[in-house]
């Protein structure tokens, strides 16, 4: 991109950080809803895509921030500028927001004039040097008081979608959201991205390493990680509807009441890199060499299917009282 | 890498661009206390502003050999209304005429706020992102909840404290202060009966906006001129476009940067445009198409969109200020 007031600058760490729940809706929305939804600029467009599945994504909308950033070593490092922060609905059903940046290698001494940065949407610019490493994990382990904290600006969008008049704040089931941190460090141009580590911690977190080379977009990297955050939360909230809920134990809930949202709502969202730049759609096959994603959302599924197919018929011992 | 060969058009939406001249001259403002002040006044206006067009114009030669500048008028039809176009605009094209002056559009005031439909105002007021004071890390109220825009952090409002003392008097600060602060604080519009009424410097920076070329609606350029086909201009000012081309002119409305021609008494008004113009996130499609052509021409516009407006303050002709007093 031309920069009119001078070199370009370039981004050394890219961070992020994906937040993922149900919609509080009975019905999922169709397009027009989505787009609806979303348009959070009147004058903006929001990105709808019917095809493999229905994704709309909003335009992204800035938020000043002039504050510390987490830095794993204990560094104070005073930042200024503008985190973007988006929303998108997969089918209908699956509400994401994610907040992001991009930090250059160093900054001015003193703050600009605020201008400056609103014309270099969604960078976040050190006053003085960078500590890359030390900011990378410091993002990773999460904000402390005071410091830029985008889980909270991811958080804030999706409260406030939440509430939007068009949402009957009701779910189909209960389930958890998931948090995805992500940072990205950058790499020379024409290099192949790749993924260094995805991390499953409790509490619904996740940590997410990758290389970026300096021609792929911030914007594409915010793409892979809501992808992968959004299978994640498949996975994890079916696996927990099969594993925590006592099915069939005789004063669980039956087996048709817990499966039947997940084969209604759920079974069909599986659609890894569907909307994924094509220069990091391959980061998902490490994912499904080890531990292997859809190896296991198809196992999930055999186990739904099957579970769902023992009700069909009577149990034997069943059959035989009945004699 | 290969062209992907399935698109879909609404997952790809684009910025279109503008025509772009090199400098948009902004001629003058009409109110209705100008008007009522009879023709003399614009007459004496248009004989000021003559001189620094001059000036202005050859500011614009020293950068380039051919040059394209575009001269509007702007017409308060927003908080007050007056005359009619078929009565104004005549008087105002004889009296711009007679200092040796053409105006190639005019523009309604009331087009800031609402053009073709489309609500402008709303839709900038929606692209506000507030200078952080430091600190920030991303909790403050949108700007959209309070009506109030400012350059830096207010005086806290403590009335007590737990223990009921009372607290000393802290002072607001300019966040960009340098030693001192300079604080100002901007009311974007007010609430009444319902309506909300857009100030008067929040519609001069849409307006800035627009000559800027940074305006856009899903994309599309909004406040396209008409050229006025008629005879007469209409009885209404609701039946006139919201912008109208008035010459045959080849320099488009919109420029790479304005100059604004205003009495002195607009000072305030216009340094709080400067104060919204730099907390709005202009449509960055539109933004990389100004600066990647403007760089093309050899004339780069500045960075931030705020520094890409100049202005000339004169002094108001006399008796302006007796015809206020009656």
């Known amino acids: ?323 | 890498m290969t062209e992907a060969v399935f698109r879909e058009s609404t997952a790809e939406p684009r910025t279109q661009s503008v025509p772009l001249a090199h400098l948009s001259v902004e001629l003058g403002h009409l109110y209705m206390e100008d008007f009522e002040a009879g023709p003399e006044r614009l007459r004496e206006h248009f004989a000021e502003v003559r001189v620094w067009v001059d000036a202005v114009r050859a500011s614009v030669d020293r950068r380039t050999k051919r040059p394209r500048i575009s001269t509007c008028f702007l017409v308060d039809d927003y908080f007050s209304r007056f005359s009619t176009p078929a009565e104004l605009i005549p008087m105002v094209l004889k009296e711009a005429e007679r200092a040796g002056l053409v105006i190639d559009y005019l523009a309604r005031e009331s087009a800031c706020a609402v053009a073709d439909r489309i609500e402008l105002a709303e839709s900038v007021m929606h692209r506000l992102v507030e200078s952080p004071p430091p600190g920030s890390y991303g909790s403050r109220p949108p700007v959209s909840r309070t009506g109030w825009l400012a350059n830096g952090q207010r005086t806290p409002w403590t009335p007590r404290s737990a223990l009921g003392e009372i607290k000393g008097w802290e002072p607001p600060r300019e966040t960009a202060a340098r030693n001192h602060s300079v604080f100002m604080d901007v009311e974007l519009w007010s609430e009444k009966d319902g309506r909300r009424l857009w100030s008067c410097p929040f519609l001069a920076a849409v307006w800035q906006l627009a000559r800027l070329g940074l305006l856009r609606h899903l994309g599309e350029p909004v406040l396209v001129p008409t050229s006025w086909a008629g005879e007469d201009f209409p009885h209404d000012w609701d039946r006139l476009p919201p912008l109208t081309r008035l010459t045959d002119t080849k320099a488009a409305f919109s420029a790479y940067r304005t100059c604004t021609l205003m009495p002195n008494r607009f000072l305030a008004v216009e340094d709080a445009v400067r104060l919204i113009l730099d907390q709005i996130d202009v449509d960055a499609g539109a933004l990389d198409q100004v600066a990647t052509r403007s760089a093309g021409e050899g004339m780069p516009v500045p960075a931030a969109v705020a520094q890409r407006a100049t202005y000339v303050f004169y002094e108001e002709p006399g008796g302006a200020s007796a015809a206020e007093e009656a």
């Open chain 1, 1 to 323: 991109m031309p920069s009119p007031s001078g070199p370009p600058t370039h981004s050394v760490l890219v961070c992020g950080e994906v937040r993922t729940c149900l919609l509080p809706s009975l019905q999922a929305l169709d397009g027009r809803a989505a787009a609806q939804l979303l348009r959070l600029r009147a004058d903006d467009h929001v990105r709808v895509s019917e095809r493999p599945t229905m994704y709309a994504l909003s335009p992204e909308v800035l938020t000043g921030v002039d504050c510390g950033l987490p830095a794993a070593n204990g560094a104070k490092v005073r930042a200024v500028g503008t985190v973007a922060v988006r929303g998108a609905l997969t089918e209908g059903r699956l509400l994401q927001s994610t907040a992001y940046v991009s930090l250059p290698a160093a900054g001015p001494d003193v703050r600009r004039p605020w201008g400056q940065y609103l014309v270099r949407p969604g960078l976040v610019e050190p006053l003085g040097k960078l500590p890359r490493q030390a900011v990378a994990e410091g993002v990773l382990r999460g904000a402390g008081r005071g410091e830029l904290d985008l889980g909270m600006i991811a958080e804030g969008l999706l409260a406030q979608l939440r509430r939007h008049a068009l949402l009957d704040r009701r779910v189909p089931f209960k389930s958890s959201p998931t948090r995805l941190r992500w940072v990205a460090r950058r790499e020379p141009e024409g290099g192949r991205a790749s993924l260094v580590n995805f991390t499953v911690a409790e509490g619904g977190l996740r940590a997410m390493e990758l290389l970026l080379p300096a021609d792929v977009p911030a914007a594409a990297a915010a793409g892979l990680c809501e992808d992968l955050a959004l299978h994640d939360w498949l996975l994890t909230t079916t696996q927990y509807m099969l594993d925590n809920s006592r099915l069939g134990a005789a004063d669980g809930p039956s087996v048709v009441e817990v499966l039947h949202p997940v084969v209604v709502h759920l079974l069909h969202l599986w659609m890894p890199r569907a909307h994924v730049d094509p220069a990091l759609g391959h980061l998902w096959d490490v994912l499904e060499d080890r531990p292997g994603f859809s190896r296991q959302w198809e196992n999930l599924g055999r186990r739904i299917r099957d579970r769902l197919a023992l009700q069909a018929v009577p149990r034997p011992y069943e059959a035989l009282s009945r004699r």
